[in-house]
């Protein structure tokens, strides 16, 4: 399979634990998209790399979120502390780096459950 | 107010029928414009972008935009049980960065 990869696919925590999820794109994607999707809603940006550079972070991501791309490859979202709000689906998308405006994949997701 | 607005629904139509999806957006210098359709359970997957005035066709989708209006649609012809999805506006603005704003989507039923 040559899409968009990520693990877990769930996660159920209890509050105040950390977590971390990872995203491993498609492999000639520079461009790297987290988002979060609670239901009924449409995906909520979150973060953005290019390559490994984080080049923009929504302002509504608590410093409790952090992601990471070190090589400019895989890509990890970790969530300090967590609390019942951050149980949503979260979402990678990867995307080439063309002249166009970018078409974005999305992979599978994964589920957090905070109980 | 939202920057990116869609009809929740649920749209009902019937197979074979024209659905039509709307998506509103706040007045912004617009660039981009795509819409996504995401099956329960699923992660969004792209139909069509359109970044200039006028229709775009691809197959059975046809997608509007009107900056003027501040509105791009979604026309799904010879609908099909199949297309029962929710429908993801989202757009990027030239001023936004990198960032996508999505709408919260519309639930479509084509009835059989």
């Known amino acids: 399979d040559t899409g968009v990869s990520q693990d877990p696919r769930h996660k159920i925590t209890k509050r105040g634990q950390n977590v971390t999820f990872r995203c491993d794109p498609i492999?000639?994607?520079?461009?790297l998209y987290w988002y979060r999707q609670t239901l009924g809603q449409g995906p909520e940006f979150l973060t953005y790399?290019?390559?490994?550079?984080?080049?923009?972070k929504s302002r509504l991501l608590s410093d409790r979120f952090s992601a990471e791309r070190p090589k400019g490859s895989f890509s990890t979202l970790e969530i300090q502390r967590t609390e019942q709000g951050d149980s949503a689906m979260y979402l990678c998308?990867?995307?080439?780096?063309?002249?166009?405006?970018?078409?974005?994949?999305f992979g599978p997701g994964t589920r957090l459950t905070v109980l | 107010q939202k920057e990116v607005e869609q009809n929740s629904g649920p749209l009902s139509v019937p197979e074979g029928a024209i659905a039509s999806l709307n998506c509103t957006y706040s007045d912004r210098v617009s660039q981009s414009f795509f819409w996504y359709r995401q099956y329960s359970g699923k992660s969004p997957e792209l139909i069509m972008s359109i970044y200039s005035n006028g229709d775009k066709e691809d197959g059975r989708f046809t997608a509007q935009l009107n900056k003027a209006s501040q509105y791009v649609s979604l026309l799904i012809r010879d609908s099909q049980p199949s297309d029962s999805a929710t429908y993801l506006c989202a757009v990027r603005w030239a001023t936004g960065g990198f960032k996508t704003i999505f709408g919260a989507g519309t639930r479509l039923f084509v009835k059989a």
């Open positions: 492999s000639e994607h520079n461009r």
């Open positions: 998308a990867s995307s080439p780096r063309t002249d166009a405006p970018d078409t974005q994949y």
């Open positions: 790399f290019q390559n490994e550079a984080q080049l923009e």
